[in-house]
């Protein structure tokens, strides 16, 4: 970023005091990733400079040849990677793909039935405090007390009882697989739409290390940030014809103007890498990694949401531990690993305290470290919880962490 050095230093100091945090820190933030040097390169293209209001072959504007051009290769590759019939690769956002799936089948007004956020689930879900709350009458199912997993048999009750027109699957922090076939007999059984929300496992479900919602969900959606490893963005899937014409009407012109193409280019380079072998061996190593930090941890006394996990994050109950989420969060922080509070099932802590934290494996994986680096970061949340207020042995810990680091290069930073 020459030119940038020469025009902006103020932008431009701040974009490498990032990188240098994002190189000698340990991400385990589970919804977040590392892209590859081309996605980036893609990322900052001339293609940001293109109006495209419209879709391939029909636009409202001249010029668009070489965009239409990448848009329907991004959306030959989706279709590709995840066997379904029709893709919009438009949305700005897992959030705006959601908001844009729910404006093709509802009306404002209409009941909607999603995991709690408490329980994992998204803000687009229903939460009072997003749209999906506001436009929509919004219910919820949690997890079941007993086992912290999804109880379907009371999601089906609260689905009799509320009789939404829409049944949201999906979450942002939930460490067990969905059962998508027991979902759509719920849907069935209430006359509902299934939508899917795959944000956090597209990556499994790509490469078919997690069950596919596709042929089972009406609408599939998801951003392509997280385990598919992608530029910051969203997408929706279908297989239903009739739902397709509404999706793409919804996202244009109902909720966006021009779509950003450089970022289409960027999720197309994505959909190319995650097409390759190569990838399901990085999502097979994503998974092996994360369990085997879990095992590690649960050794060091740490309480895993239902027992431990089947995809690419965990949810540590520290109640046992004497310490909040917020506070293992900042200590952690000071170490030089980076994670999110989270509440648990049963929690009494308001969410910006909490009694958790999520923990995943997508990025450190991107960067090359396996199962020895896996024992060795657990031990360092063991060493860490030990040491919450002794800044001296956080910040050796931070050293440390460092110099583990430098043996794994971030992709895309030089
Ligand atoms: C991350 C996430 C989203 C939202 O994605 P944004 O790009 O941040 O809007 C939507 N749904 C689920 C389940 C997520 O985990």
């Excluded at 949201?168 to 059984?189: C, E, N, T, V």
């Excluded at 380079?269 to 085997?292: H, S, T, W």
Aim: aromatic share 8%; glycine share 10%.
């Amino acid at each position: 970023m020459n030119e940038l050095k020469k025009k902006d230093k103020e932008v431009s100091k701040i974009i490498e005091q990032e990188k240098k945090r994002q190189s000698e820190g340990l991400e385990m933030i589970a919804s977040e990733n590392y892209v590859s040097m081309a996605v980036l390169e893609a990322t900052g293209s001339v293609l940001t400079n293109k109006y495209a209001e419209g879709y391939p072959g029909h636009r409202y504007y001249g010029g668009c040849r070489f965009v239409d051009e990448v848009e329907n290769l991004a959306i030959l590759r989706l279709k590709k990677l995840f066997g379904c019939k029709f893709a919009n690769v438009q949305p700005h956002s897992g959030s705006s793909a959601n908001m844009a799936a729910y404006a093709a089948a509802l009306e404002p007004g209409d009941v909607i039935l999603g995991q709690a956020m408490d329980a994992g689930g998204h803000l687009t879900h229903g939460a009072k405090v997003s749209f999906s709350g506001k436009l929509y009458r919004s219910y919820s199912y949690g997890l079941s007390g007993k086992t912290g997993r999804l109880d379907y048999d009371e999601i089906a009750k609260i689905a009799k009882k509320v009789k939404p027109k829409v049944i949201m699957s999906g979450y942002s922090a939930y460490p067990r697989q969905l059962d998508f076939k027991k979902f759509r007999k719920i849907s069935d059984s209430v006359g509902a739409y299934l939508f899917a929300d795959i944000a956090h496992i597209a990556g499994l479900v790509a490469v078919g290390i997690h069950q596919t919602p596709i042929g089972i969900a009406d609408i599939v959606t998801s951003t392509t940030h997280k385990t598919l490893r992608g530029p910051r963005s969203g997408i929706i899937m279908t297989n239903d014809e009739e739902l397709s014409k509404k999706i793409n009407k919804a996202v244009f012109p109902m909720l966006q103007g021009g779509p950003l193409e450089h970022v289409i280019a960027a999720k197309a380079v994505a959909f190319g890498e995650a097409l390759r072998p190569d990838y399901k061996k990085y999502i097979q190593n994503v998974v092996d990694n994360m369990k085997c930090f879990a095992e590690t941890i649960q050794s060091f006394d740490f309480n895993l949401v239902t027992g431990g996990t089947d995809n690419h994050l965990i949810l540590i109950d520290l109640r046992n531990k004497n310490i909040t989420g917020k506070d293992f969060e900042d200590a952690l922080g000071k170490a030089g690993i980076t994670v999110n509070k989270n509440g648990v099932p049963g929690d009494t802590q308001p969410p910006q305290i909490s009694s958790g934290i999520r923990v995943g494996t997508a990025a450190l994986t991107s960067r090359g470290m396996g199962p020895a680096e896996m024992q060795r970061i657990a031990k360092l949340f063991a060493r860490v919880v030990d040491h919450i207020t002794d800044e001296k042995v956080l910040r050796s810990i931070k050293k440390e962490v460092k110099m583990m680091c430098a043996k794994f290069p971030v992709p895309g930073i030089k």
